[in-house]
């Protein structure tokens, strides 16, 4: 069975960072992409970033370019999202994701996904 398992989430102050882990078990994931999607009470869920399995190429929503960063560790089967200059408007409720292909259909509206993982909450305050 496959499992993604999110960690890392909590309440920060706007500037602050937080990262966010995701363990991924139950297959191997090469010619996957993985990552991150969330959604803020009332909205849609929306793509925030992703990377490819295999090369590690990346993706990531205009709002966050510049301070979010996604990584990846193969031997461990996690991914990473640092997230830093954190803003009011990151509040959301944030979840792992992974598709097999080699295209980001995470960035889909709405985002197109074999397995989400159950979701960690982040809270921005002002």
């Known amino acids: 069975q496959v499992q993604l398992v999110e960690s890392g989430g909590g309440l920060v102050q706007a500037g602050g960072s937080l990262r966010l882990s995701c363990a991924a078990s139950?297959?191997?994931?090469?010619?996957?992409?993985m990552g991150w999607c969330r959604q803020a009470p009332g909205k849609e869920r929306e793509f925030v970033a992703a990377i490819s399995w295999g090369v590690g190429r990346t993706y990531y929503t205009d709002s966050v370019k510049g301070r979010f960063t996604i990584s990846r560790d193969n031997a461990k089967n996690t991914v990473y999202l640092q997230m830093n200059s954190l803003k009011p408007d990151d509040t959301a409720v944030y979840y792992c994701?992974?598709?097999?292909?080699?295209?980001?259909?995470?960035?889909?509206?709405?985002?197109?996904?074999?397995?989400w993982g159950k979701g960690t909450l982040v809270t921005v305050s002002s």
């Open positions: 994701a992974a598709k097999a292909g080699l295209l980001n259909m995470l960035q889909n509206t709405p985002p197109s996904v074999d397995y």
């Open positions: 139950g297959r191997t994931f090469n010619g996957y992409m």
